[in-house]
């Protein structure tokens, strides 16, 4: 639990001048929190090195935080798992969204447990609290991408794809999917 709390605390900090995308503009931190709180509550997963990556998924992508400093703080294998579903921003977008396809069902089991409550999240907030300069097509085009990365993790945690497709459905009801 300490390592959980200290875990927030740090992504707190590091992502406390970010917003999420939405017409509100939410605190960043909510969505990290969320995926911990899916994989725990709704998957059932009690490993802590996995609900520490799921905090800190973001941190190394989008902070200045350093894949050593992670490990000082949270050691090699948090750190090795946050680095699994780290994107590299100095790809073009297009490229990262490949690579995240092509690389899925490589990773980790802990890694690919992060990756599939990314996608459940991300699909929530596309639905509930949308980006507010998204159009309807770069909606469903990311419905449909996110579905191809789950794809490739298919096998991963039968749970958690059960909450994944019904996160899709709920997208094709909203019209966000095809």
């Avoid at 709704?42 to 902070?63: F, K, M, P």
């Avoid at 780290?86 to 297009?94: G, R, V």
């Avoid at 309807?136 to 749970?159: C, I, M, N, S, T």
Wanted: some cysteine; charged content about 30%.
């Amino acid at each position: 639990m300490n390592q959980l709390l200290r875990a927030i605390a740090f992504a707190a900090d590091k992502h406390r001048k970010q917003r999420r995308k939405d017409a509100e503009a939410s605190p960043y931190i909510n969505h990290p929190i969320a995926l911990a709180n899916v994989l725990a509550n709704e998957g059932g997963v009690e490993d802590q090195r996995v609900l520490l990556a799921a905090i800190l998924h973001d941190t190394i992508e989008d902070t200045d935080t350093s894949h050593d400093e992670l490990t000082r703080w949270f050691g090699d294998e948090v750190a090795r798992i946050v680095a699994e579903v780290t994107d590299d921003k100095s790809l073009p977008k297009a490229e990262r969204k490949r690579l995240q396809i092509e690389h899925a069902a490589h990773i980790s089991h802990a890694a690919q447990l992060v990756k599939l409550a990314d996608k459940i999240c991300n699909l929530r907030d596309i639905v509930a609290m949308p980006p507010s300069d998204w159009s309807e097509e770069r909606k469903r085009e990311y419905f449909e991408w996110a579905k191809r990365v789950v794809d490739q993790l298919r096998g991963a945690h039968a749970g958690l794809e059960a909450v994944f497709d019904d996160a899709y459905r709920q997208g094709v009801r909203s019209g966000h999917a095809a």
